[in-house]
């Protein structure tokens, strides 16, 4: 290399470095290349800040009510509640009939015209025909259950199709399950009297001395039930 172009390098080298220099004295004072002032900047919180800052809890006042249990006793109705109870307890006191004679009743509704085809009007036909027979002295028995069972073993004539068999005919009445239904004829005629208090008689052919009602379904077999007097 001639000694022109070593010269040459060092100047230019020369040259950078002073470019350099100023380039870096202008950062530190604060000045960009045109000498115009930089912008101030907030300082960056440390990561251990900012996570203070996110997750520092927030306290709040939380409203509590404690509820005590009601331990006083009640106090007994009165006025119009009073009232109203009072009756409820004489109409009960009065009803003419115990649960069991309810069941006892339906069980025969039940038993005589328990078909879905069978009427409202035909079941409480049915649970009159009882009613009556309980109360006319031409049937021994003064219950329900006495006038379900007569024939039943006890020398009688039989009044109800389950009872001839001597040996399952009493078993076969506890086994018999009314529907709703008849459990609400057969209330309907407890509560409200009889249809007719001259039937006695309820069969598939005439007896008596004359038919008040009959009931005929064509699909049944035989399809008419007579209620006789």
């Known amino acids: 290399m001639s000694k022109d172009e070593r010269t040459y390098y060092i100047l230019v080298t020369l040259g950078v470095i002073a470019v ?4 870096i004295s202008s950062h530190i004072s604060g000045k960009g290349r045109d000498g115009v002032a930089l912008p101030e900047t907030e300082a960056v919180e440390t990561v251990t800040e900012a996570e203070t800052l996110i997750f520092e809890p927030i306290e709040t006042a939380v409203e509590t009510e404690t509820v005590e ?10 006025g119009e509640n009073a009232a109203i109870n009072a009756d409820t307890q004489e109409n009960l006191a009065e009803t003419p009939y115990k649960t069991e004679d309810l069941i006892y009743l339906a069980k025969i509704v039940e038993n005589e015209a328990g078909s879905d085809y069978c009427t409202d009007e035909h079941q409480r036909y049915v649970a009159s025909v009882a009613l009556n027979r309980v109360a006319s002295p031409r049937f021994p028995g003064d219950t329900i259950l006495e006038i379900a069972l007569c ?17 399952e005919g009493k078993a076969a009445f506890w086994n018999i399950v009314p529907s709703e239904r008849a459990i609400q004829n057969a209330r309907y005629v407890l509560e409200n009297g009889v249809l007719d208090d001259t039937v006695i008689w309820q069969a598939n052919f005439v007896q008596g001395s004359e038919v008040v009602k009959k009931f005929t379904y064509d699909f049944a077999v035989p399809p008419t039930t007579y209620i006789c007097k």
């Open 151 to 167: 024939g039943y073993g006890d020398g009688n004539p039989i009044q109800y199709m389950y009872a001839l068999d001597p040996n």
């Open 69 to 78: 249990a009601d331990t006083s006793e009640a106090s007994p109705k009165t």
């Open 20 to 23: 350099i220099v100023a380039m």
